[in-house]
């Protein structure tokens, strides 16, 4: 089971933990779904010597509190902007992976000021038709939207614990590693974040808040000069190597990093070289002048 030391912070009424590690400039780790900051268990150690480390776990996830939200997108977005508030959190370094990436390139989108580099993995774009969508994927991903049969797979089955996480890692996941992500939604009645995020994915145009929100981000991703770092695995799942090669070449002041061989989980196979290269990279931000 996962005994580590978490801080809490009351946000919104609610209280959210978060692993907060090490001294200086911080830099904001960001799990998606069904995660929680243990997803960074073996990236973090690695950053805390140059860095102070911060990583939340979601409202309704983790050991957060699980309040009776709709745990829409929007929603989240809202509760992640009062934790950066709460924590004064400024000249951050964000590292982004699945649907932390949309909270946290959202939130730097309207926050540039206080972002100094972002660090991407399998993060969330706007995905134009289902057509772009593996034909596999959109199977799984169109059974989880449809009212009937998502609520009865996500919630009653719990399928997104118990089959799309462990099929996310190359070998799939020790059963004291999944015990830890099944523990905050032992009770069908916490899963409802588990069902919404796959309902929220930004696909031909809808939902069509999530839809502006993630094209406006991307557009501003694209735009923006801030230093970045782009992890990527071969085959990836929301991110294919061919199109891993075509954010190399457009993302501005990218240094992109092949890690070999990996689905979604990047930090359950390769934590230990992520957080390598990000302390590494870290010091040459160090380096730059004001």
């Known amino acids: 089971m996962d005994s580590r030391q978490l801080n809490r ?85 964000l590292v982004l992976h699945d649907w932390g990436s949309a909270l946290g390139l959202d939130w730097a989108r309207r926050h540039p000021d206080r972002v100094r580099g972002l660090v991407l993995m399998e993060f969330i774009r706007p995905i134009p038709t289902w057509l772009d969508v593996s034909e596999a994927g959109a199977a799984v991903f169109r059974g989880f939207r449809d009212p009937e049969v998502g609520r009865r ?26 015990d830890v992500y099944r523990q905050p939604f032992l009770d069908p009645a916490h899963r409802e974040p588990l069902y919404r995020f796959p309902n929220e994915l930004p696909i031909a145009g809808h939902p069509a808040d999530t839809w502006a929100m993630a094209s406006a981000y991307h557009e501003w991703l694209l735009d ?31 240094h992109s990093i092949h890690l070999g061989e990996g689905r979604h989980y990047l930090q359950e196979d390769h934590g230990d070289r992520i957080g390598r290269e990000i302390a590494s990279w870290l010091s040459t931000l160090d380096q730059k002048p004001e």
Request: glycine share 8%; net charge negative; with cysteine.
């Open 153 to 178: 797979q996500l919630v009653e089955e719990n399928r997104f614990i118990e089959q799309v996480l462990p099929a996310g890692v190359v070998g799939g996941l020790p059963d004291d590693v999944l």
């Open 224 to 254: 923006t000069d801030l230093p970045k770092v782009f992890f990527w695995v071969t085959p990836g799942s929301l991110i294919s190597p061919e199109r891993a090669a075509w954010y190399s070449e457009r993302l501005k002041n990218c």
């Open 9 to 93: 912070v009351t946000v919104l009424g609610s209280r959210m933990a978060y692993v907060d590690e090490g001294q200086g400039a911080a830099v904001v780790f960001q799990h998606g779904n069904p995660t929680s900051s243990y997803l960074w268990r073996d990236v973090i150690p690695r950053v805390a010597p140059r860095a102070r480390c911060v990583a939340a776990d979601l409202i309704g996830m983790g050991r957060s509190d699980q309040p009776g939200l709709g745990y829409r997108v929007e929603e989240h977005a809202r509760y992640f902007e009062a934790f950066m508030d709460a924590l004064d959190l400024r000249d951050v370094v």
